[in-house]
């Protein structure tokens, strides 16, 4: 906590461009020799190119280390990057702007002549020289080039053996050993190796010492390293093992730099970077303070919601929430992260389902409390930690898979999303486990709270948990009809995807963006409410400022629109002036979540979902996980279907609101499944009845488990439905309150993502009982008929 709190202090986090803004780029791409004499060529294949361009240049940023870039195609030729806050937009702009073209050459000597310009944009055939060069005498070539190597001397070169296309990775590492300092390892793949072997079998033909017997590694148009093959390689064979080292006075930087644009590949055409601005956040400083306020007040309620339930241990446990988000806030901006406004409320959010864990093990105390001849609070407590275990690593853990997967197989905001999940589940689990028991047992050890068991909050089994006991419903007496209304559910989601469409979203479809120059500073937000209220809701505004001019500009990105409704927006910006607006730019613009962005999200999403089924499958039995993970493809489904009839728009936070849906809806299931597990787990053949220096929940949870074999699959399941309702219940409500202060209070900007995870919640609930369980409880007794015919 010390620690936490010394980070958090000194620290500082990065603010995404939508609550702070950052630096805008804009880069054009440059038609090659190849292109511009090619009379056949196209708008069409300028934005193929542009386009391939923008995901080289997305890797590269992600490379660097950029959190939550916007990069788009604007236009047939230009795209834009936004960096968000204030990272060195310097050094990012060297790094896009490069072409990274890497080649392998032969060298077949060296020339007399001092070359006037050494260092070429694009390498260009050159003369042979005209004395005999060093070297025995060099085969002719028609490509030939002529390069100064790394100590100025002019080099002749062969055409290109090996190309960037052809090398697997490349990593920067320091040679400790040898002392050599930085050097940048590449790994060739598939032909390269070999073409890497003919290369250097070739150049093994020559003497020690020959020109000819260097390799030269050109980036660029620049020769970064020209080594000479080591003795022990002989002529033809080469060096096998498909793998180099690039060595030169690297620096660390350097050496990273130069891995990640050899790792990036080479851009499609040469980009050059146009402009360079600084843009304001894109929500206003009003819509960012509502939903602080919002965040504030639902994250309050929450805490209430939790002492009033369970007391003293809810006091306590809203200690530990305290404490897991100085933890969370603290490894977020250590791992330089960057906080969007769907990512600050996620992570408020994050807070409420960092809950179920506390709530879990105090629901387990009660029932132990309520089981005990002679119960303390102490000793009630160390039993509900023990029997809660279980329950909370198996929902943990798989989220925690889900997290893995979309970091390392995912990129862009996805990625991040990955980070954050991860890093919320991890310290959740401290706060509850570590923070929480810690402060729970010292409080229950007083000699006050041992005379007033009640002020613990788990003195008794609770008000939902005994209105349960003397109800007794059987909820699952007709598991097939919870399936029917699942499936009716389902197949209405599935028809307004089908009739209504899915609205997607800017960052998805691309679309317009128009710029304009105005005489008066006008907030986004004000801008904002006047395009809704002219048609246009699904806008996104930012103030942006050339260095060179003084006067406001304000950029407009829209759907794709006609000139009429261009010009409807332009008339409503004019009213927002004194003197009509100037436009600016006036283009279309691709969309930032590119076609590879999205291919490799859904990918994650998919492998991730195979993963989380192979985990509960092993700890769950087969049939339970699949009852699990065919829950949460429900809760997915119902939900786009949700937003499908509503008109909502599938966009960035859209995608981060499903996601966050995705990371706990499984957690219900879970729990159901875990006690199912418990009930349905078959005693010890040496020991037919408890010990008696066993715990009241041990005893009692043996003679359930002895007669577990005799009572039908579907009473085993509505118990452990009727155990664990008031966990999900108090769960629910804890999230929700923060939920709908977020849809309420926070604004336009933050009430879809509220109105997505409140949907969320509710399907994710729905089905943990009425879909996961009924479905459990089908396949199991298809699996007892096939064992039956056997």
């Given at each position: 906590m010390a620690l936490s709190l010394y980070v958090a202090l000194t620290v500082p986090v990065h603010l995404g461009l939508d609550l702070r803004g950052g630096t805008q780029l804009v880069l054009e791409t440059r038609p090659t020799s190849t292109s511009a004499s090619t009379s056949t060529a196209s708008s069409e294949t300028d934005k193929e190119a542009t386009d391939r361009t923008v995901e080289v240049l997305r890797g590269r940023i992600d490379a660097l280390g950029v959190a939550e870039p916007t990069i788009a195609r604007s236009g047939d030729n230009r795209i834009v990057v936004e960096l968000p806050g204030a990272q060195d937009p310097a050094k990012a702009a060297d790094m896009l702007g490069r072409t990274a073209e890497l080649t392998f050459h032969q060298v077949t000597g060296t020339a007399k002549e001092t070359l006037d310009t050494p260092h070429h944009p694009t390498p260009t055939p050159s003369s042979p020289p005209t004395s005999p060069p060093a070297s025995p005498t060099p085969p002719s070539h028609p490509h030939q080039q002529t390069l100064t190597d790394e100590s100025g001397t002019p080099l002749h070169l062969e055409a290109a053996s090996l190309t960037g296309e052809q090398v697997e990775k490349a990593t920067n590492r320091f040679d400790q050993q040898a002392g050599a300092g930085w050097h940048v390892t590449v790994d060739f793949k598939g032909p390269g190796r070999d073409a890497w072997a003919r290369l250097t079998g070739e150049a093994a033909c020559h003497p020690a010492g020959d020109p000819a017997r260097r390799v030269a590694i050109v980036l660029d148009g620049k020769i970064i390293s020209s080594p000479q093959v080591d003795p022990s390689v002989t002529c033809g064979s080469g060096i096998s093992g498909g793998s180099t080292q690039i060595t030169g006075s690297f620096s660390d930087s350097e050496a990273r730099e130069l891995a990640l644009l050899i790792s990036g590949g080479a851009l499609p055409v040469p980009v050059e970077i146009i402009e360079q601005r600084t843009v304001g956040a894109s929500l206003g400083a009003q819509a960012i303070t509502a939903s602080i306020w919002a965040a504030a007040i639902g994250t309050t309620l929450t805490g209430l919601f939790i002492i009033a339930v369970y007391r003293l241990m809810g006091a306590l446990a809203t200690v530990a929430l305290a404490a897991y988000g100085l933890i969370s806030y603290?490894?977020?901006?250590?791992?330089?992260?960057?906080?969007?406004?769907?990512?600050?409320?996620?992570?408020?959010?994050?807070?409420?389902?960092?809950?179920?864990?506390?709530?879990?093990?105090?629901?387990?105390?009660?029932?132990?409390?309520?089981?005990?001849?002679?119960?303390?609070?102490?000793?009630?407590?160390?039993?509900?930690?023990?029997?809660?275990?279980?329950?909370?690593?198996?929902?943990?853990?798989?989220?925690?898979?889900?997290?893995?997967?979309?970091?390392?197989?995912?990129?862009?905001?996805?990625?991040?999303?990955?980070?954050?999940?991860?890093?919320?589940?991890?310290?959740?689990?401290?706060?509850?486990?570590?923070?929480?028991?810690?402060?729970?047992?010292?409080?229950?050890?007083?000699?006050?709270?041992?005379?007033?068991?009640?002020?613990?909050?788990?003195?008794?089994?609770?008000?939902?948990?005994?209105?349960?006991?003397?109800?007794?419903?059987?909820?699952?007496?007709?598991?097939?009809?919870?399936?029917?209304?699942?499936?009716?559910?389902?197949?209405?989601?599935?028809?307004?995807?089908?009739?209504?469409?899915?609205?997607?979203?800017i960052e998805f479809t691309g679309g317009r963006v128009i710029e304009y120059a105005t005489d008066t500073h006008i907030a986004p937000e004000k801008a904002r409410e006047a395009l809704a209220q002219s048609g246009f809701p699904e806008t996104v505004v930012q103030t942006t400022n050339a260095p060179s001019t003084p006067t406001h500009h304000l950029a407009i990105r829209t759907h794709t629109l006609t000139n009429a409704q261009a010009e409807e927006i332009t008339t409503t910006i004019g009213t927002l002036t004194d003197e009509a607006p100037t436009k600016l730019r006036d283009e279309s613009i691709g969309p930032s979540l590119g076609k590879e962005l999205r291919q490799g999200a859904l990918i994650a999403l998919g492998v991730a979902l195979a993963a989380q089924l192979a985990y509960l499958a092993a700890r769950f039995r087969w049939l339970l996980g699949t009852a699990a993970v065919a829950a949460l493809a429900h809760d997915v489904v119902i939900l786009v279907g949700i937003f499908a009839w509503l008109g909502k728009p599938i966009d960035g936070i859209f995608l981060a609101a499903l996601l966050t849906v995705i990371g706990y809806s499984v957690n219900d299931s879970v729990v159901v499944f875990d006690r199912i597990r418990e009930l349905t787990k078959k005693p010890p053949r040496a020991t037919a009845t408890p010990r008696a220096s066993a715990t009241a929940t041990q005893r009692a949870s043996a003679t359930q488990r002895a007669t577990a074999t005799a009572t039908p699959y579907p009473q085993v399941t509505n118990k452990a439905l009727l155990q664990t309702l008031p966990r999900t219940i108090n769960t629910g409500m804890g999230a929700a309150f923060i939920l709908t202060a977020l849809a309420t209070l926070g604004g336009a900007p933050l009430t879809d993502f509220a109105l997505a995870l409140l949907i969320g919640l509710a399907v994710g609930t729905y089905s943990s009982m009425f879909t996961a369980t009924p479905l459990a409880i089908e396949l199991e007794t298809l699996s007892r008929a096939r064992r039956a015919d056997k």
């Open positions: 603290a490894t977020l901006a250590a791992l330089g992260a960057t906080l969007t406004l769907p990512g600050l409320a996620g992570f408020v959010l994050a807070i409420g389902m960092a809950v179920d864990a506390n709530v879990l093990v105090f629901e387990r105390a009660r029932e132990e409390y309520a089981a005990r001849d002679r119960p303390t609070p102490r000793s009630t407590l160390t039993a509900g930690f023990r029997n809660a275990f279980s329950a909370i690593a198996d929902s943990n853990i798989t989220t925690l898979i889900a997290a893995g997967l979309l970091f390392f197989l995912a990129s862009g905001p996805v990625r991040g999303f990955g980070v954050t999940l991860g890093i919320g589940v991890l310290a959740s689990m401290f706060s509850a486990l570590v923070i929480t028991r810690a402060l729970a047992d010292h409080a229950a050890a007083r000699p006050a709270v041992r005379r007033r068991p009640a002020l613990t909050g788990i003195a008794g089994i609770g008000t939902i948990r005994a209105r349960l006991t003397r109800a007794n419903p059987n909820l699952m007496r007709h598991p097939r009809r919870w399936l029917a209304a699942s499936a009716a559910a389902l197949l209405l989601a599935i028809t307004g995807i089908a009739t209504q469409g899915l609205n997607f979203g």
